[in-house]
């Protein structure tokens, strides 16, 4: 495990509303969630994006600031709208249609990122990079060799290829992906291995990584470190159950605590797991209470 050396944690990506079925609109885009629950858990991320100038994008900088994050890293695009998302749901899974030629297509590498300094550990997912803009200012930060990456892989059709999914691959220490995305980066690699933790494994090594996160949904999750046997953790029963949306997203955030803390594997699958099962039982990606971080009892 790393013992605790990186200054701060940089997030890359879109941030946008998810608008539900019933209309009501819940602030998110899995960056802006790892963010935020990165503040929560008192981490002082330096959030990447772009919104609108309109109505959404001022709420966005309203929940930025009344949650204390650091703003200097959000752009502001005079031309075209804040992100939006449309959730539907198949059963408990959120399907999402995502709204394109938004502002977080066009992320500058503006003269605040271009100072950007510092031992960092760099979270990104792949939906920002769908547009030239933002994939160049992702392609030129991910150079930084002060940094170790960390990406949520989030292959949302039809926004991704297999050329950007090849590209990543080559700069991460540390890739999420679902079982779906498994299988998606497997046939990539032409890795053909008989067993989900063959094939898994064979991911991990091909790519170099130092960790490859494979999350389950309510089966729960398995890391695959360098040089050490893989780990399970089963899910927990997350109470009162309202939606999975973010669940993902606040795993990751715990992930990046813990290699920022220097727990060990184990530490941070198991309260991985756990945060995520506890954001199951709130509507929407990060909670509005305050005091969700506290409950938790993890830092």
């Given amino acids: 495990m790393h013992e605790k050396a990186f200054h701060r944690v940089l997030v890359f990506g879109e941030v946008l509303f998810d608008i539900f079925p019933d209309q009501s609109r819940v602030l998110g885009g899995a960056p802006f969630n790892v963010a935020r629950h990165l503040q929560g858990l008192e981490l002082d991320p330096f959030f990447v994006s772009r919104v609108g100038r309109d109505e959404p994008g001022e709420e966005v900088l309203d929940q930025i600031r009344s949650w204390g994050m650091n703003q200097h890293g959000l752009q502001v695009d005079k031309h075209r709208p804040t992100g939006m998302v449309l959730v539907r749901f198949h059963g408990d899974e959120p399907y999402y249609e995502i709204k394109k030629e938004v502002a977080f297509d066009y992320i500058e590498l503006d003269e605040e990122l271009s100072n950007f300094q510092g031992r960092t550990l760099f979270y990104h997912g792949t939906l920002a990079a769908r547009s030239e803009t933002s994939a160049r200012t992702l392609y030129t930060l991910a150079q930084n060799k002060a940094q170790e990456v960390f990406c949520d892989i989030n292959l949302r059709d039809p926004w991704w290829n297999r050329e950007l999914v090849s590209e990543i691959l080559s700069w991460c220490a540390y890739l999420k992906v679902n079982l779906e995305e498994l299988e998606e980066v497997a046939s990539i690699m032409k890795i053909r291995e008989e067993s989900l933790v063959s094939r898994a494994r064979m991911v991990q090594k091909t790519c ?92």
């Fill in 208 to 299: 170099g990584l130092e960790c490859l996160v494979l999350t389950m949904g309510g089966k729960g999750a398995m890391l695959f470190p360098k040089d050490r046997e893989h780990l399970f953790a089963s899910a927990p029963a997350a109470g009162s159950f309202q939606d999975a949306v973010g669940a993902g997203d606040s795993f990751s955030a715990v992930f990046l605590l813990g290699l920022c803390r220097g727990w060990s594997w184990e530490m941070i699958l198991q309260k991985a797991v756990r945060v995520a099962a506890q954001v199951c039982s709130i509507k929407g990606a990060v909670p509005q209470d305050r005091d969700f971080y506290s409950r938790l009892d993890i830092i």
